[in-house]
């Protein structure tokens, strides 16, 4: 590249430097339009569901709430083998809830 090809680009760049921006953000929105069907990104809305499903399940649960009867939870121990993830009791049901 020769130093007036050079010039040239810091000139471009330099007249409109927010215009190259938008172009550059509004191409890569278009990418993801057209790199994920309607079904990818259905999927992926889907996901965000579950994950946000999933905090307030676990929410409930830190706060002795059964997630599943609503009843209350006795609060066990961390355990090693699940990540130290406390287990919570539900009496209601006899199930155990991780959080
Ligand atoms: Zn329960």
Redesign the pocket.
Known sequence: MDTRELDKIVSDIGSNPLSTIVAMMLSANRNFNEKYTKEEQLEMNHNREAIRREDVRCANIRQGI??????K?IRGKKDKRNNYKRSWD????K?M?LA
Do not use: I, Q
């Open positions: 059964c997630p599943s009867c609503k009843g939870l539900c009496k209601e049901r199930e809830h």
